[in-house]
């Protein structure tokens, strides 16, 4: 049993998502002390963003209860994923989270199109507001009608431990792969792929509008990369490096040039120059 760290559990989906509620029951079943706080709608692809739609600078929150999670707080929160990771740390939601998870989303979240996903901002905002975050990702095929979300979710319960262990502002990515049956697959540590299972590009543009295509990316991934493995059947963990700098080189900027006159004061004119004078003026 985990001790009862305190536990904010959240997503991009919604919190009606079905991946949520799960993803809370394992956290209750390793013993952990849980609030539920995710969008009160549609979240995903909000990144990092901590936009809601309150006035005046007034967040909505909304108290839920979730079948199953007799006994525990549960809201709806006008605001993005990252928003709510944000303002638990603050105390909005009692204690502030020494833990943030976030999931399970329906698709995989790979490659460095993670900066767009919700799911991983709000795991990442957990990190650099003092608490370690675990963000929790299902690959799901076009055709699935019952996602294995309980796989999913004990196997984020089974990394909890290792995660409580590291340093605070530890992040890390857990995405599994399609699953037809109960047996959790083969964990594998994995690097970011260039880019994620999917590539977006800009096919047409004209005056008015600018229309996208996505591209299947998974099969041309980096070997051993997270879209690689999981593509191959394996669970991916991914440690996230959060904002931060980086060692830049001296910089050196070119001086702005000086501002000259474009011509010399002509007959009767005193230039700026001479006017200025010590105090003194001779008298005729």
């Given amino acids: 049993m985990i001790p009862a760290f305190t536990t904010l559990i959240t997503n991009d989906d919604g919190i009606n998502s079905p991946g949520l509620l799960r993803l809370a029951l394992a956290a209750l079943d390793a013993g952990l002390d849980v609030v539920v706080a995710a969008p009160a709608a549609e979240s995903s692809g909000s990144g990092a963003s901590i936009t809601s739609t309150g006035t005046d600078g007034r967040i909505v929150v909304d108290r839920r ?13 006008h605001a993005a994923p990252a928003l709510i990771s944000l303002i638990a740390s603050h105390g909005a939601f009692g204690q502030a989270p020494e833990l943030v998870l976030s999931g399970v989303n329906p698709g995989a979240n790979v490659g460095r199109a993670i900066l767009h ?8 905002t957990a990190g650099v507001n003092g608490g370690r975050g675990l963000a929790v990702s299902l690959d799901v095929a076009p055709d699935t009608t019952t996602p294995r979300w309980g796989v999913a979710s004990r196997l984020a319960a089974r990394l909890i431990p290792f995660l409580l262990d590291q340093p605070t502002g530890t992040v890390l990515n857990l995405n599994v792969p399609i699953i037809v049956g109960d047996e959790p697959p083969e964990v594998r540590t994995a690097k970011l792929a260039r880019f994620g299972i999917v590539q977006t590009t ?14 299947d990316n998974a099969a041309h991934a980096e070997s051993g990369s997270d879209a690689d493995l999981l593509r191959l059947g394996y669970a991916t963990v991914t440690s996230l490096r959060s904002v931060e700098e980086r060692p830049l080189a001296d ?3 070119e001086p702005v040039p000086v501002a000259t006159s474009a011509a010399p004061p002509g007959p009767g004119r005193q230039s700026a120059s001479s006017s200025r004078t010590s105090g003194a003026t001779s008298v005729p």
């Avoid at 996903?117 to 990442?124: D, H, K, N, P, Q």
Wanted: charged letters at 15%; hydrophobic letters at 45%; a negative charge.
């Fill in 65 to 77: 209860h979730l079948e199953g999670l007799d006994g525990v707080p549960c809201y709806a929160v």
């Fill in 117 to 124: 996903s919700g799911t991983v901002g709000a795991a990442l």
């Fill in 202 to 215: 800009m096919t047409q543009q004209d005056r008015h509008q600018i229309r996208l295509a996505v591209a």
């Fill in 251 to 253: 910089l050196v900027l």
